[in-house]
Antibody, heavy 120, light 111 residues
Framework: QVQLVESGGGLVKPGGSLRLSCAAS????????MTWIRQPPGKGLEWVSY????????NYRDSVRGRFSISRDNAKNSLYLQMNSLRDEDTAVYFC?????????????WGQGTLVTVSS | NLILTQPHSVSGSPGKTVTISCTRS????????VQWYQQRPGSAPTTVIY?????PSGVPDRFSGSIDSSSNSAFLTISGLKTEDEADYYC??????????FGGGTKLTVL
């Protein structure tokens, strides 16, 4: 069955960096777009970024563009999110999700999330 | 800017039917597919409806989705309410630049 397991979250100071990982299994990883979504404590879901199956296309929400970078390693069935210049408002649980085979596709499967806390 | 607006909360009694709306402002509701996700407390979201009215395998047929062009809205209808349906529900779609967007979420209480 499809499994997505995030890791790499933790406590970081404002201005710091963190790299999240998402290990995928149970499907042909290289066939699908992948997405990061976040949820600030007690708040709703926020779409963060997606990457195409072959890494040709990426897209970001405005508030993270230029600070976050999404990437993937299809040989390792892994998705990444490099987060730089972190701000208090980036504090959230970060979920990875498998999308479809095209942009703007449904988020069919989600991981359990990893908590990122930005605080001094 | 695209906005998806949901009611903050809805409630219903076991066995009854509730409908959650998701109103799209900024462009036409039919321009991009709408999905619905269920999130129980402390858990990750799961898909209950995809592409306006598709239902993933394993999701009961008590869950249905629709859109209405006149109100520019999508709807999630849950019939035969069960206590296990109590959760937060989020609609989700994309804008013209394929940026994802979520509605603010609706808390469903089964009384």
């Amino acid at each position: 069955q499809v499994q997505l397991v995030e890791s790499g979250g933790g406590l970081v100071k404002p201005g710091g960096s963190l790299r999240l990982s998402c290990a995928a299994s149970g499907f042909t990883f290289s066939d699908y777009y992948m997405t990061w979504i976040r949820q600030p404590p007690g708040k709703g879901l926020e779409w963060v970024s997606y990457i195409s199956d072959g890494s040709d296309y990426t897209n970001y929400r405005d508030s993270v563009r230029g600070r976050f970078s999404i990437s993937r390693d299809n040989a390792k069935n892994s998705l990444y999110l490099q987060m730089n210049s972190l701000r208090d408002e980036d504090t959230a649980v970060y979920f990875c999700a498998r999308a479809g085979r095209f942009p703007a596709s449904p988020l069919a499967y989600w991981g359990q999330g990893t908590l990122v806390t930005v605080s001094s | 800017n695209l906005i998806l607006t949901q009611p903050h909360s809805v409630s219903g009694s076991p066995g009854k039917t509730v409908t959650i709306s998701c109103t799209r402002s900024g462009d036409n509701i039919a321009s991009k597919y709408v999905q619905w996700y269920q999130q129980r407390p402390g858990s990750a979201p799961t898909t209950v409806i995809y592409e306006h009215d598709g239902r993933p395998s394993g999701v009961p047929d008590r869950f249905s989705g629709s859109i209405d062009s006149s109100s520019n809205s999508a709807f999630l209808t849950i019939s035969g309410l069960k206590t296990e349906d109590e959760a937060d529900y989020y609609c989700q779609s994309y804008d013209g630049n394929n940026h994802g967007i979520f509605g603010g979420g609706t808390k469903l209480t089964v009384l």
